[in-house]
């Protein structure tokens, strides 16, 4: 191709094509774009100063962590004691009333349960095996017999009480009673099984052993901080730790005091106590003197009938109550309400 029709040829390129001066400019942007990326490349690499530099170290566990784990470990254990209590409590309820009533004719008699119940007196009686009958209306339970102790008196019977008297009426009463005791005694277990009676007895019982186990370790760690006191102090808090006179109370009071931590307060009713023992002539006195307490008795000379069981019923809620009553007096000494007439 002659030279001058190249050079033509290329005078006439492409309108829509970039030109020599568009395609520099483009490579010089490329080219900056480059730049900008090797060097954010090179900055993200640390650089041997920095990774030389030494680890921040770890904060140090509080001095009384292990009674805080002590603590949360009672918690997990009286909730599971609780819940375990609340499923034998459900499931025994239930268990009784699908079972029903105890049959009438397997109730042992006063002398039978003189001689063989669960509670027989030392060196007169032999203990059986019984079912413990508690019916709604008495206080204490009764004995009713089992299969098994019915044979275990059987065989016992002429050894205990000799072949003649009331040995032989005994006996065949005892045995009239077998197919009815043993019939009882498969619905019994049959009910247990499908209650899990048992099986829930045994899980309460190694709840509480859990939780008693926490609480005795509790009791044996010490504390070193006031958080480590508060946590003793919540531990005692929770109990009727007003009871009992304890010469280390006023020590539990200022601990709370310090700590912050609430103290149980009683549930009996003081003030409303109080006003009913002065409306009906008695009254509470501080000796100063004798630095003590003082309950006026109400008169009962020409006292009702209905009065004196008044006084008789408030004297005993003080007796029952004299913790909680003490409790509530005691910052009120100098109340005039409690000045000696």
Same mark, same amino acid.
């Given at each position: 191709?002659?030279?001058?029709?190249?050079?033509?040829?290329?005078?006439?390129?492409?309108?829509?094509?970039?030109?020599?001066?568009? %395609? &520099?400019?483009?490579?010089?942007?490329?080219?900056?774009?480059?730049?900008?990326?090797?060097?954010?490349?090179?900055?993200?690499?640390?650089?041997?100063?920095?990774?030389? +530099?030494?680890? $921040?170290?770890?904060? +140090?566990?509080?001095?009384?962590?292990?009674?805080?784990?002590?603590?949360?470990?009672?918690?997990?254990?009286?909730?599971? =004691?609780? !819940?375990?209590?609340? !499923?034998?409590?459900?499931?025994?309820?239930?268990?009784? #009333?699908?079972?029903? /009533?105890?049959?009438?004719?397997?109730?042992?008699?006063?002398?039978?349960?003189?001689?063989?119940?669960?509670?027989?007196?030392?060196?007169?009686?032999?203990?059986?095996?019984?079912?413990?009958?508690?019916?709604?209306? +008495?206080?204490?339970?009764?004995?009713?017999?089992?299969? =098994?102790?019915?044979?275990?008196?059987?065989?016992?019977?002429?050894?205990?009480?000799?072949?003649?008297?009331?040995?032989?009426? %005994?006996?065949?009463?005892?045995?009239?009673?077998?197919?009815?005791?043993?019939?009882?005694?498969?619905?019994?277990?049959?009910?247990?099984?499908?209650?899990?009676?048992?099986?829930?007895?045994?899980?309460?019982?190694?709840?509480?052993?859990?939780?008693?186990?926490?609480?005795?370790?509790?009791?044996?760690?010490?504390?070193?901080?006031?958080?480590?006191?508060?946590?003793?102090?919540?531990?005692?808090?929770?109990?009727?730790?007003?009871?009992?006179?304890?010469?280390?109370? $006023? *020590?539990?009071?200022?601990? &709370? &005091?310090?700590?912050?931590? +609430? *103290?149980?307060? /009683?549930?009996?009713?003081?003030?409303?106590? *109080?006003?009913?023992?002065?409306?009906?002539?008695?009254?509470?006195?501080?000796?100063?003197?004798?630095?003590?307490?003082?309950?006026?008795?109400?008169?009962?000379?020409?006292?009702?009938?209905?009065?004196?069981?008044?006084?008789?019923?408030?004297?005993? =809620?003080?007796?029952?109550?004299?913790?909680?009553?003490?409790?509530?007096?005691?910052?009120? $000494? #100098?109340?005039?309400?409690?000045?000696?007439?």
């Amino acid at each position: 191709m002659p030279f001058g029709l190249s050079l033509k040829n290329l005078i006439r390129r492409d309108p829509g094509a970039p030109g020599l001066r568009e %395609r &520099a400019a483009d490579l010089r942007t490329s080219l900056s774009r480059r730049t900008v990326v090797a060097g954010t490349v090179a900055a993200a690499v640390p650089l041997p100063a920095l990774a030389l +530099a030494p680890p $921040i170290p770890e904060a +140090a566990p509080h001095p009384d962590q292990g009674l805080f784990d002590i603590e949360a470990l009672c918690v997990r254990a009286d909730a599971a =004691e609780k !819940a375990a209590d609340a !499923a034998c409590t459900e499931a025994y309820a239930a268990f009784r #009333a699908a079972l029903g /009533p105890f049959p009438d004719e397997l109730l042992m008699t006063p002398w039978e349960a003189h001689r063989f119940g669960m509670f027989p007196p030392i060196g007169r009686g032999v203990r059986l095996s019984t079912h413990l009958v508690r019916r709604n209306d +008495a206080i204490n339970p009764e004995h009713g017999w089992t299969a =098994e102790g019915l044979r275990q008196a059987l065989n016992l019977a002429v050894a205990l009480f000799g072949q003649g008297g009331q040995t032989p009426h %005994r006996i065949r009463r005892w045995r009239s009673l077998l197919p009815a005791a043993t019939a009882y005694d498969t619905r019994h277990a049959e009910m247990d099984r499908q209650f899990r009676i048992q099986a829930l007895r045994e899980e309460y019982e190694d709840a509480t052993l859990t939780a008693r186990r926490a609480h005795a370790l509790l009791r044996r760690t010490s504390a070193t901080t006031v958080e480590g006191l508060a946590v003793h102090t919540r531990a005692l808090a929770s109990e009727t730790w007003y009871e009992g006179g304890s010469p280390y109370k $006023i *020590l539990l009071q200022s601990a &709370a &005091a310090i700590t912050g931590v +609430a *103290l149980r307060r /009683p549930d009996f009713d003081v003030p409303a106590w *109080l006003d009913a023992w002065e409306q009906i002539g008695g009254r509470v006195e501080y000796r100063a003197e004798r630095a003590e307490w003082a309950f006026v008795h109400p008169s009962t000379d020409g006292a009702s009938l209905e009065t004196r069981d008044r006084i008789r019923g408030l004297y005993n =809620e003080k007796c029952s109550h004299s913790c909680a009553i003490h409790l509530w007096l005691e910052p009120r $000494i #100098a109340d005039p309400r409690f000045a000696r007439a």
